[in-house]
């Protein structure tokens, strides 16, 4: 099984391509653009190849990848979009934000999801580019939700709200994290169930796509998945902090609760969510790890969706 993991990026890029043009990712259901033709203008441009919108607050993205990027699962780059030109000068300055990379490392293109905020200087913009259209991308990628960041450990879990499952959506399609885990859970805690059809149709995209049972085979059955909603009626209900505070967590999961000598946890969510965790957490005897000190939980710090 080793073997085959360690095995998986190059052979993945070989199957793609022979089946081309059809894509792994099964999020985008739209028309790509002939790469090819696309004339780069911008600073560090990159071009749309699919947009796929969600709800009305909800968007995702595919575009073009560098070809000498190289990042880790899980890590962010700067994206964004020229500002209006300066009324005194007529010079524009670039506008970006930290969006985590939604696709794993090995992934021929980048896809990154993203809310929708109506006055926000970037994502009110940024919510109508096409496919053709070009983005501004800084090919400088970090983060701390990172293989590299935790110490070894048995269970793996994955804590997001809303957008903050991007970087989970990467990792969960990482080979090196079915290798180092005998079971991931991926929390993801939304206001609306709309707001969760992102998680659900990759999860169940992982689960049964060809090529990845091909590749992953019975490793597969180690990822678990566990939606809630906070507003609007659904299966299960609540925030993910209440959930762990109270242990109903674990009793629907059927697990032992989390310890530090077992457990490994990543955060990525609301500043609200990140501080309430990370007590959490600690309570149970977490330290919090980081790329140059691996501990046994992670948290996003550069998100703010």
């Not at 109508?128 to 793996?156: F, M």
């Amino acid at each position: 099984m080793a073997e085959r993991l360690r095995a998986f990026p190059d052979t993945i890029r070989l199957l793609t391509k022979e089946r081309a043009p059809a894509r792994l990712d099964p999020m985008n259901e739209h028309v790509t653009v002939n790469i090819a033709a696309a004339r780069p203008t911008l600073p560090d441009s990159q071009t749309v190849t699919s947009v796929r919108h969600w709800t009305d607050r909800l968007f995702s993205f595919r575009v073009t990848r560098p070809a000498s990027l190289r990042f880790r699962s899980g890590e962010f780059v700067m994206i964004g979009l020229m500002g209006e030109p300066d009324p005194k000068t007529g010079k524009a300055k670039p506008l970006l934000r930290a969006y985590s990379i939604a696709s794993p490392a090995w992934d021929d293109e980048l896809e990154f999801y993203s809310i929708k905020v109506p006055d926000g200087p970037l994502t009110s913009r940024l919510q109508h580019i096409q496919p053709g259209d070009e983005i501004i991308l800084r090919p400088k990628p970090v983060g701390t939700l990172v293989h590299d960041a935790l110490l070894p450990g048995k269970r793996l879990w994955f804590f997001a709200t809303g957008t903050g499952i991007a970087p989970f959506a990467s990792l969960i399609r990482e080979p090196q994290t079915f290798e180092d885990y005998n079971e991931i859970i991926l929390c993801h805690t939304c206001r609306d169930v709309a707001e969760l059809e992102y998680g659900r149709e990759l999860v169940e995209h992982v689960k049964t796509d060809e090529m990845m049972q091909e590749l992953l085979g019975d490793a597969l059955k180690k990822l678990r998945y566990f939606p809630t909603t906070t507003r609007e009626p659904s299966a299960r209900m609540g925030r993910i902090t209440d959930l762990l505070r109270s242990g109903e967590l674990f009793s629907e999961l059927g697990v032992m609760p989390i310890s530090p000598q077992t457990d490994r946890a990543m955060v990525c969510g609301s500043m609200g969510l990140n501080t309430d965790m990370k007590a959490i957490l600690e309570g149970l005897g977490l330290r919090e790890g980081a790329n140059s000190d691996p501990a046994e939980y992670v948290v996003e710090k550069a998100f703010v969706g």
